[in-house]
């Protein structure tokens, strides 16, 4: 299925040149004047003058071979640009993921086990921290840590890996602080759920002592939601990545996209695009391989709902 | 005669539902000597199944209890750790939903052996072996491979015979079954019946048998006791339960069995609806609305439970119908 | 005796509602709508309130701080922004609902034809939302505008298709419950056509999950649209937009001046707490109704 949403969104992403209204030529040339012999040579490469399935198969097996074409801006191979590009993005997703995995979850489980203050407080930081979009946050963050305390730089990449660190960490922040949200209320959720489960029932009945309870009974069971929208989650920083790096300056391929979108230079924006989603459906199948690990009533393949 | 092995009195429980606190059992007293069944009978909303969470201490967060439960001469309520796991550990409960009940991401072997192993610290492979001669007592066959399964490869008559083996492994002193077999269809129901009753009297167990089935109570319990709205409104020896019952309720249910030996005319249905505890009006006897005996007395108070023929009975007319109840008032 | 024929009013097509309405949300629900209701005064009357002039430029005034009327004092462009708040309400609350419309009109009626015919039209329709939900929103705005050109109506088109698998598959799940209820089964028996039972009947009985859903949807789309416009992608400068004068006054930030930025954020963020606590409540009101 996964495999299915892939094949189509490519073909969206190809179909892109002859979406754009006028002809394919002003569409990858981004609506400037060419000339002739550039016309021809767009022409021979995207194979325009052969019928249309033919220049998606083209286009398809090319980018099986790494091969996505030219940026019509800069002038170089798009895979080169992207190669360069893509651990920016891989380590600031990355670095957002494991924040989310250790508040998110974290905060989600203290607020299921314990009623109270924590679970209070946990909804209330939850409400507040859904409603703040990424770039939001990231001004905050910003002014806060950057301006007024000077802990963290404020824009750009850094150089080492330290202080790569150091500058990814407000992005990361920023990137993860509204997808905490959800998590944790999921987490929660599923926690509470499980808690009021028949077979904990009998577990507590058999005198299991509460701390086997809650790893065993509690928590394991738990696990198959929480893994689902941590999952799905993850997967949707891909594209919010996007934002922050441009709030940030960051040298990511979220930000180039959105540059390659405002100069209109396609192929990088097909390349960068076909990039993203492919990542994004791969995350999806590692979550429904998770899935069907963590649940034994489930046969791969299909994710109940 | 030794002293029992249960004994509660003036049970009372109250839970809190959406802001107030309702009563869901009212003075429920009952006894259980050693390796004797009670059944313990009633309609939806009676209070049976919270009787046996309460014995178990398994009542949902916020219920205040009222009374005491004494096993061994020990009340439960005021046992805690190292106590309270080897009171559980010798009070073994079946529940009604077998397939709700079993972790369905754990195999079916680390169901049986898990309180083996965590609280009587047997070593892994001795508890499977226990587990497996288990298995083959309730009739389950194949052991080894049976307990790397899971749940959900089992129908619900093998899950509720793997719940009473587990049950069994800890050699408990007491069973509460929960309505065992209500979940079940009719033919595996009668298996797994026998299966409970052959372990329990070969073992030597005292059980409480819950069911809403007054004939099925009566056949495999020694004593049975009859629940409404909260309380316990007689208790009785089963085989005198049908012909000599001590209160209108058990009379009426015993009625309104439909018997398959004679064609009757129309069902006998008790007229109105069976209360829960916080429904029942106060200060008069609960079935009085319902009771075709019912007279000024029976609004006068709650009715006391007491002995009658060595029975209870919370009738206060009891003395005068002995006899006139076994017969319905219109045939 | 002859034997007539008359349509049986069946118990059970309208739930009873219990605390029904706003006043069943409690107070934070009404908070949250009272703010919802400020910022639709601001989008409709928002320029007509404005204090100053939102559109014109003085560089000599850029970055000055609250002082005489000017309560939020002036953006990198030397104008009002609080005139510029108000203004940008507009467009900044009228992108989401165009996007929740959209969206929940083509999911509610896909997920009913989906629900109503089950079988191979309701696997082909689950199988189709499946494979859109492969395209996350944002990546889906950016692309559209790469082809149609940076602007509003490009963008709100795209999370509208994004977000519509979404939506199918929550009124699907409903859809279907209400589907298998005795009352339709009745209808049907009655005569009544497919249209008329899911048009006058499920529908209606389905609407205050659909109105929930809307809400919260709202808030989501808003954050994405405010995002795309911050990218530069929705909204064009000079035109007032909450999410546009966040990237516009950035600089501000690193210079002293965090007040423009921040005062756009807070916008945002105050419309959409008040659309997710309101969204959260409308749904818990829908639960209890269904019991």
């Not at chain 1, 944790?184 to 002592?209: F, K």
């Not at chain 2, 046996?52 to 009542?59: M, S, T, W």
Request: aromatic share 6%; with cysteine; net charge positive.
């Amino acid at each position: 299925m996964l495999a299915a949403s892939l094949l189509i969104a490519s073909f969206v992403i190809f179909a892109a040149v002859y979406l754009a209204p006028g002809n394919p030529i002003s569409a990858l040339s981004g609506g400037r004047a060419l000339p002739a012999s550039s016309i021809r040579v767009l022409e021979a490469r995207y194979h325009l003058n052969e019928p249309f399935f033919a220049q998606y198969w083209y286009w398809l097996t090319n980018a099986l071979h790494g091969n996505l074409g030219i940026s019509i801006i800069l002038r170089e191979n798009v895979s080169t640009l992207i190669a360069s590009r893509i651990w920016t993005t891989a380590g600031l997703v990355l670095y957002a993921s494991v924040l989310i995995l250790v508040f998110g979850i974290g905060m989600g489980i203290v607020a299921g086990l314990r009623p109270g203050f924590l679970d209070t407080s946990t909804l209330v930081i939850t409400a507040i921290s859904a409603a703040i979009p990424s770039f939001v946050a990231a001004i905050v963050l910003i002014l806060l840590f950057s301006v007024k305390l000077g802990w963290f730089p404020a824009l750009g990449n850094g150089t080492s890996f330290l202080s790569n660190v150091q500058h990814f960490t407000l992005p990361a922040v920023a990137l993860a602080f509204s997808a905490l949200a959800i998590v944790a209320r999921v987490t929660r959720a599923s926690i509470r759920e499980e808690s009021d489960r028949e077979h904990v029932q009998t577990a507590i009945s058999r005198g299991i002592p509460a701390r086997q309870l809650i790893r065993r009974h509690i928590l394991r069971n738990a696990a198959i939601p929480i893994t689902t929208i941590t999952g799905i989650t993850i997967a949707s920083l891909i594209a919010v990545a996007a934002v922050v790096e441009t709030a940030f300056s960051l040298n990511g391929l979220g930000a180039y996209l959105v540059q390659a979108a405002e100069s209109k230079d396609l192929a990088v924006v097909q390349g960068i695009s076909l990039v993203l989603v492919t990542a994004f459906v791969v995350v999806n199948m590692l979550v429904d391989v998770l899935y069907a690990l963590l649940d034994p009533r489930v046969s791969l393949g299909s994710r109940a709902q | 005669m030794s002293a029992p092995l249960l004994q509660v009195d003036g049970l009372t429980v109250r839970l809190e539902v959406r802001g107030e606190r309702r009563p869901v059992l009212r003075d429920v007293a009952l006894t259980v000597r050693e390796g004797e069944a009670l059944g313990l009978v009633g309609e939806s909303g009676s209070g049976k199944s919270m009787t046996a969470r309460a014995i178990d201490r398994l009542l949902p967060r916020g219920a205040e209890v009222d009374g005491s439960i004494r096993f061994d001469g020990r009340d439960v309520h005021a046992l805690s750790g190292a106590d309270l796991r080897r009171y559980r550990n010798q009070v073994a409960m079946i529940f009604q939903d077998p397939r709700a009940h079993v972790n369905p991401v754990r195999r079916i072997g680390d169901y049986m052996t898990e309180a083996l192993r965590t609280n009587l610290g047997t070593p892994a492979a001795a508890a499977a072996n226990r587990a497996s001669d288990m298995l083959s007592q309730v009739g389950i066959d194949g052991g080894a491979r049976r307990l790397r399964q899971y749940p959900h490869e089992l129908s619900g008559g093998m899950l509720q015979r793997v719940m009473i083996a587990a049950a069994l492994l800890t050699e408990p002193r007491l069973l509460l079954a929960d309505e065992p077999t209500t979940a079940l269809d009719v033919t595996t129901q009668a298996e797994v019946m026998a299966i409970l009753d052959g372990l329990r009297r070969e073992f030597g167990l005292a059980m409480l048998f819950i069911t809403h089935d007054l004939e099925l109570a009566a056949a495999i319990c020694d004593r049975t006791a009859v629940m409404y709205a909260g309380q316990i409104v007689e208790v009785r020896e089963s085989g005198r339960l049908h012909d000599d019952p001590l209160h209108p309720y058990t009379a009426a249910l015993a009625a309104a069995r439909p018997d398959i030996t004679r064609a009757a005319g129309r069902l006998r249905a008790i007229p109105g609806r069976p209360l829960s505890a916080f429904e029942a009006p106060p200060g008069e006897c609960a079935f009085a609305p319902r009771c075709p005996h019912a007279q000024d007395a029976c609004r006068a108070g709650v009715p006391p439970l007491s002995e009658l023929d060595g029975g209870l009975s919370r009738c206060v007319r009891a003395h005068e119908l002995r006899g006139k109840l076994g017969e319905p008032a219109n045939a | 005796m002859s034997a007539q024929v008359t349509t049986v009013a069946v118990p059970g097509t309208k739930r009873s509602r219990s605390l029904s309405g706003l006043r069943g949300t409690g107070v934070a629900g009404m908070m949250s709508a009272a703010v919802i209701a400020l910022a639709t005064i601001a989008a409709v009357f928002g320029p007509l309130l404005a204090p100053f002039n939102p559109d014109l430029p003085n560089l000599s005034l850029a970055w000055v701080g609250p002082v005489g009327g000017h309560l939020l004092g002036y953006d990198f462009q030397g104008r009002d922004v609080l005139s510029r708040l108000l203004a940008g309400a507009q467009s900044s609350m009228l992108g989401p609902l165009a996007v929740v419309i959209l969206s929940m009109a083509a999911g509610a009626v896909l997920a009913v034809v989906a629900a109503w015919r089950r079988g191979a039209a309701d696997a082909v329709i689950s199988s189709g939302l499946d494979i859109l939900f492969a395209f996350p929103g944002i990546l889906l705005a950016v692309l559209a505008t790469a082809i149609f050109g940076a602007g509003l109506t490009a963008a709100a088109i795209a999370l509208s298709i994004a977000y519509m698998p979404y939506v199918a598959r929550v009124l699907r799940g409903v859809a279907l419950r209400e589907r298998s209820q005795p009352y339709v089964a009745a209808l049907e028996v009655q005569g009544s056509s497919a249209t008329t039972i899911c048009l006058r009947h499920i529908i209606p009985n389905m609407l205050p999950l659909i109105v929930a859903q809307a809400t919260i949807m709202f808030g989501w789309a808003m954050v994405d649209l405010a995002a795309i416009s911050f990218l530069g992608l929705g909204v064009q400068p000079p035109a007032p937009n909450w999410g546009v004068m966040i990237s516009e006054n950035q600089t501000g930030i690193l210079q002293g001046y965090p007040l423009p930025a921040l005062s756009a954020g807070v916008c945002i963020v105050a419309v959409v707490i008040a659309f997710n606590i309101l969204g959260e409540r409308l749904f818990e009101q829908a639960q209890e109704a269904r019991r």
